[in-house]
């Protein structure tokens, strides 16, 4: 047995220097010289500064903006570092409601944020993933019907006709993967920057 | 349910069954000592290995000499992750500047990572540098999946090998394991992430201003290269908080597709190994079928639940499904799928929040770990975890015709059948065991986050999660507690050694037994007949150990639910 202890600690430790630390820094050169954007997160510059992230989420209010879906994420209550408070698309402390299907909390948020976006367009029905949290709480997306349902809100704002934001929202829309993997979307922060550039002209 | 989504199911379960034959190969011939086309590279470095350790390649282990070797491999493992864990904050690779993680949580994380749970009760970029995300929890994510693959290999023998007194040589399985089959596929894995859009890089978090002016610092990190081994090896310890949820760590629909694909692809290919070790891959096909027949109806029950929706939703006249806690570019279905798929392995990865989940969508991922995550299982866990169910199913039949019951030309006899029992009545004793304690007393009742049922089922998630291995939670509930850090703990570690000893102790009482030729008396194993009873005892144990305690949480909430209750 005693012969064992030594492989048990030289062998351990060269395995972890190699997958803790040569494997993992080796990958991000190469990674970053192959995919430079990609590795450092995809982000979108505008005049210079740095706006997001094309694959995150962010907050969006304004009636003249494409809103996201409601996001869960807390952050440290600035008046008592043991507490959280709510803070939406906060991408450093990404996370879900994890409300169940039996919970009070969960069926009175879902009233309200139905009857809210009732008030804003009676004509279509309410698309589900406008009124449900992501499990990151940093869901860059919206389903193509979420967009199309805030299109009479983002004209009137803006004071655009509603067929150009049709378009715009359309040609915004990404497909299944061959068809066949993954789910109709729309990039909020990408159809937004086209909204901005497109209300710009 | 739709036609497009079934059609991802079957594509997902094609491609599987189609990797497995020619990655059980390449295992096996791994696993033999044989040569590779990666030999020319590798096999100077892993020689050089040896030579440095101290270790004899050629010289064998008895089943308890090997045991012992995984054991002080956990503790130096440990002692790693506890170490970097508790001094991160006088380490480099820290730009966030985190301090050191407290005690118990270091404790809690220490033991989760060696016994490949990866249950996370840290928040990834709220909690840890990078260097502990690298040194750390990479490391671990490799060597503990290196061990259940090395300790399901040294199973295996014990059924190929006659009158033999070794099982191989823990320190070599480990080290090539690690060299031929995780690391290559990681290093091609880890740059088709990037590609899809995960950051790979060791700069700060990035600091930007919205198009609304406010202010979003986004965590970014060496993401890629953790989460190839992360999936591959089924450990499912995120990297963010939110898991293979967030979409730093799961970009797009093929991101995900690959991660499902990766989660399954070594453990399906190990039952292929299975079979051409004990000379018959048709031992290994039936094998599969249990774990394929099993699987499929869990995915069936998830998917309908899912994309049935909730009461709740109904009322307000939302239809689509329970999009709650799942991201639009996963849906419904891909969300049910991966929580089938990473409860039916050891992964523990998640792309939804599993207790947004209806009841009975979220009861499928409860019982794919209460029956052990034997489909497809971790890394070699769920292949020895099967045999264990195999030798009771064979004990059985034997029963029922009154011979002594026999499996590929083994004999199996009361040593082999009690070690198999009592693997498989602690991980009930634990998970049923703590939740008793963990709903009454006070401390732990305060974690929960969900009224009723609900709550009850978070708590036994919990203790299942980590008693099985598997790292997944209902994840409302409070974790990060001294009594759950170390409740937990202590669930995980009993979950893994005690299926580490009672499997190795089968493995050295088989080899040492002779190996007898079939007669017209043999009980077939390669049949359908095999695979119906496999299942059949599989289940009848599972529903006898835990039925009572769903019928307490998932099953009442569901008659709740349709009945108009909330909590």
């Given amino acids: 047995m005693l012969r064992e202890i030594r492989p048990a600690i030289v062998l351990l430790l060269v395995l972890t220097v190699i997958t803790g630390l040569a494997y993992p820094l080796a990958m991000t050169p190469i990674a970053g010289a192959l995919f430079p954007a990609r590795a450092q997160g995809s982000l979108i510059e505008k005049d210079g500064k740095v706006v997001g992230s094309a694959l995150i989420g962010q907050e969006f209010k304004d009636d003249k903006y494409f809103h996201g879906r409601p996001s869960a994420t807390l952050a440290p209550d600035p008046n008592d570092s043991t507490k959280t408070v709510p803070a939406p698309y906060n991408a450093a402390n990404s996370g879900g409601s994890n409300l169940g299907p039996t919970s009070k909390a969960l069926a009175d948020r879902l009233k309200e944020d139905v009857d809210k976006l009732r008030g804003e367009n009676s004509n279509a029905a309410v698309p589900v993933d406008l009124v449900t949290t992501s499990a990151s709480g940093l869901d860059p997306d919206i389903s193509p019907e979420a967009a199309q349902f805030q299109v009479p809100r983002v004209a009137k704002a803006r004071n655009m006709p509603e067929d150009t934001l049709k378009q715009l929202v359309a040609s915004a829309t990404q497909g299944r993967l061959l068809g066949l993997l993954g789910e109709p979307r729309v990039n909020v922060l990408a159809l937004n920057l086209a909204l901005d550039r497109v209300a710009a002209k | ?567």
């Fill in chain 2, 1 to 567: 349910m739709t036609m497009i989504g079934w059609l991802q199911i079957i594509l997902f379960c094609v491609i599987i069954v189609a990797l497995a034959k020619p990655l059980g190969w390449y295992m096996t011939r791994v696993f033999n000592g044989e040569r590779t086309f990666l030999s020319p590279v590798l096999r100077p470095i892993e020689a050089g290995i040896y030579w440095f350790s101290g270790v004899d390649e050629k010289r064998e282990q008895h089943w308890l000499t090997y045991t012992v070797a995984i054991l002080l491999f956990h503790v130096g493992g440990f002692l790693i992750i506890y170490g970097v864990m508790r001094l991160q904050a006088v380490l480099p690779f820290n730009p966030a500047g985190q301090g050191a993680v407290a005690e118990d949580l270091s404790f809690n994380t220490a033991i989760s990572f060696i016994t490949n749970t990866n249950w996370q009760n840290y928040g990834g970029e709220s909690t840890l540098s990078y260097l502990v995300q690298m040194l750390g929890l990479t490391h671990q994510n490799f060597l503990s999946a290196a061990t259940g693959i090395a300790l399901a290999v040294a199973l295996i023998r014990g059924f190929s090998r006659a009158s033999a007194r070794t099982v191989g040589n823990f320190w070599v399985d480990v080290t090539r394991t690690t060299l031929y089959v995780l690391l290559p596929i990681c290093v091609v894995y880890t740059l088709f992430l990037v590609w899809q859009g995960m950051p790979q890089t060791l700069g700060d978090y990035v600091e930007a201003t919205t198009l609304e002016g406010a202010k979003q610092t986004i965590a970014v990190g060496p993401v890629a290269s953790q989460v190839a081994i992360k999936m591959l090896g089924t450990n499912g310890g995120g990297f963010f908080n939110a898991n293979a949820a967030h979409p730093f760590e799961n970009p797009t629909a093929l991101s995900n597709f690959i991660q499902m694909l990766s989660i399954f692809a070594l453990g399906a290919a190990l039952t292929n190994v299975f079979g051409r070790m004990v000379g018959n891959q048709r031992q290994g096909w039936a094998i599969l079928s249990v774990m394929g027949v099993l699987f499929l109806a869990g995915v069936a029950v998830t998917y309908w639940a899912e994309a049935n929706g909730t009461s709740t939703l109904h009322a307000l006249g939302l239809t689509g499904g329970n999009m709650e806690g799942k991201e639009v570019r996963f849906g419904i279905v891909a969300s049910s799928l991966f929580a089938v798929i990473t409860t039916a392995a050891s992964c523990g990865a998640v792309n939804a929040m599993h207790d947004s989940f209806t009841a009975l969508g979220g009861m499928i991922p409860l019982i794919n770990m209460q029956l052990g995550e034997i489909i497809v299982g971790g890394v070699g866990a769920g292949l020895y975890g099967m045999l264990l169910f195999v030798v009771l199913a064979i004990f059985v039949a034997g029963l029922m015709v009154g011979r002594t019951p026999e499996y590929v030309g083994k004999k199996i006899e009361a040593r082999e059948v009690k070690m198999a029992m009592l693997a498989i009545l602690v991980l009930p004793l634990m998970y049923l065991g703590w939740t008793a304690v963990g709903v009454v007393y006070p401390a732990a009742v305060a974690s929960m986050a969900n009224a009723g049922p609900h709550g009850f089922t978070e708590v036994l998630y919990a203790f299942t999660s980590a008693t099985g291995n598997n790292g997944s939670a209902f994840a409302g509930l409070t974790g990060n507690t001294l009594f759950y850090n170390l409740t937990l703990a202590s669930a995980m570690f009993v979950g893994r050694f005690f299926m580490i000893v009672p499997a190795m102790a089968i493995a050295g009482s088989l080899a040492a037994k002779k190996s007898i030729a079939p007669s017209a008396g043999t009980f077939p194993t390669t049949g359908g007949l095999f695979v119906g009873l496999v299942v059949g005892v599989i289940l009848i144990i599972g529903g006898l150990t835990f039925f009572p305690a769903l019928a307490l949480g998932p099953i009442v909430e569901h008659l709740a639910m349709n009945a108009g209750n909330l909590f």
